[in-house]
């Protein structure tokens, strides 16, 4: 994986002329994730989620280019708890709009928008932010090819996301319940960044078992609503192990390439060769 900020801007244009280049721009939030988790664990599992698929692409012949991730992200549902920082989805919406087309400019045709948060809003801004970028008149704008990793507004990475497959990774006896701060996020944050879950928090909390999709369709919008009186989490932390994460996350990664590769075909070999010339 080739880091984008950390190139010289001659580099750069040698990606960007490179018909194998994949940008993967991931979309954080920063956010309550309950008494036990820090506010960061949308923006760690975002990159996570573009770790998880870069492999895939690159064995199929791509070279992966992570730009550096988005920390704050469209969060009204949490918008009332203390560190959330929640942008308009308006404003999400531009500046997804602006980053890409910024790159698109420079030549770079083909993005990944990875997302592990999944607010109603913040997935909203994402498709509007692919069909504006799809609109959009200039060099190229209609050559673009965008594709989601994660909570997004296609079905094939949200299937991916919650995928039976995955769910039968989780110990708990309620997975579909599983949600915002519940096991797998808190496995997240034990596989990827130990030393930031409230271990001794997470053996203690009993497990909160909402049926939020439930009350997100009979139009509740915020997690008070969702469950009043509650600590800002849904499911059974306690129930967290990092190796369930680890699985979880090597399974949505291959899932998700899979469809990613099956919308942006095959490295235009062609192409290649033009680009190692200049």
Do not use: C, N
């Not at 949308?42 to 550096?68: C, K, M, N, Q």
């Not at 009204?76 to 500046?95: D, E, F, K, N």
């Not at 060099?139 to 079905?155: C, D, T, V, Y």
């Amino acid at each position: 994986m080739i880091r984008l900020a950390e190139r010289t801007w001659p580099e750069v244009r040698r990606l960007a002329r490179d018909a194998r280049a994949v940008i993967v721009l991931p979309l954080g939030a920063v956010e309550q994730h309950g008494p036990h988790l820090p506010l960061l664990v949308d923006w760690l599992g975002a990159e996570a989620l573009a770790r998880s698929v870069t492999p895939h692409l690159e064995r199929a012949g791509y070279r992966v280019i992570l730009a550096p991730a988005l920390p704050y992200g469209a969060s009204p549902l949490a918008a009332a708890w203390p560190g959330t920082v929640s942008l308009a989805g308006g404003t999400l919406r531009r500046v997804i709009v602006d980053v890409v087309a910024s790159l698109a400019r420079h030549g770079f045709r083909r993005f990944v928008l990875a997302s592990y948060q999944a607010d109603p809003a913040h997935v909203r801004a994402m498709g509007e932010a692919k069909r504006a970028l799809r609109r959009r008149r200039g060099a190229g704008a209609r050559r673009l090819l965008i594709q989601f990793a994660g909570f997004s507004p296609e079905a094939p990475s949200r299937a991916a996301m919650l995928s039976p497959r995955v769910l039968r990774l989780s110990r708990s006896p309620r997975p579909a319940f599983e949600w915002h701060a519940g096991e797998l996020e808190t496995a997240l944050v034990l596989a990827r960044r130990p030393e930031l879950a409230r271990r001794g928090l997470i053996r203690r909390l009993p497990p909160a078992w909402i049926d939020y999709g439930a009350a997100l369709r009979k139009g509740a919008r915020t997690f008070e609503e969702i469950a009043p009186g509650g600590l800002g989490y849904f499911g059974w932390p306690a129930a967290a192990r990092a190796v369930t994460a680890k699985r979880a996350l090597r399974l949505r990664g291959g899932l998700m390439a899979r469809e990613i590769l099956r919308a942006f075909g095959k490295p235009p070999a062609g192409a290649v060769r033009r680009a190692r010339r200049r």
